[in-house]
Nanobody, 125 residues
Framework: QVQLVESGGGLVQAGDSLRLSCAASGRTASIYGMGWFRQAQGKEREFVARISWSSGNPYYPDSVKGRFTISRDNAKNTVYLQMNSLKPEDTALYSC??????????????????WGQGTQVTVSS
């Protein structure tokens, strides 16, 4: 079992930046990769970023590429999501999860487990 706790969300204005954190505890030695997802009200959960726990290699969808940066600190068992140039459409509940199936799709939520409770990001125009 892995427990995840997100933090860092808040209310910001368009163009501002935020850094989200996802702290992992429990069986962290078993983590293969970590992902960030977001879910806006009334919409499906959307893939935001994924990082390899060992190499640190990131992966992003086109929707956030160039604005968001995922990173990890293995010593702290923490994954970060740096979000720059925020837009109102970035408003959502942001959650992290463990990517549990090596070689599987990064964007499919079925390949993730141990979801955190999420942290709300609200971007005003």
């Amino acid at each position: 079992q892995v427990q995840l706790v997100e933090s860092g969300g808040g209310l910001v204005q368009a163009g501002d930046s935020l850094r989200l954190s996802c702290a992992a505890s429990g069986r962290t030695a078993s983590i293969y990769g970590m992902g960030w997802f977001r879910q806006a009200q009334g919409k499906e959960r959307e893939f935001v970023a994924r990082i390899s726990w060992s190499s640190g290699n990131p992966y992003y969808p086109d929707s956030v590429k160039g604005r968001f940066t995922i990173s990890r600190d293995n010593a702290k068992n923490t994954v970060y999501l740096q979000m720059n140039s925020l837009k109102p459409e970035d408003t959502a509940l942001y959650s992290c999860a463990v990517h549990i199936r090596p070689g599987s799709s990064y964007s499919n939520t079925d390949n993730y487990a141990y979801w955190g409770q999420g942290t709300q990001v609200t971007v005003s125009s």
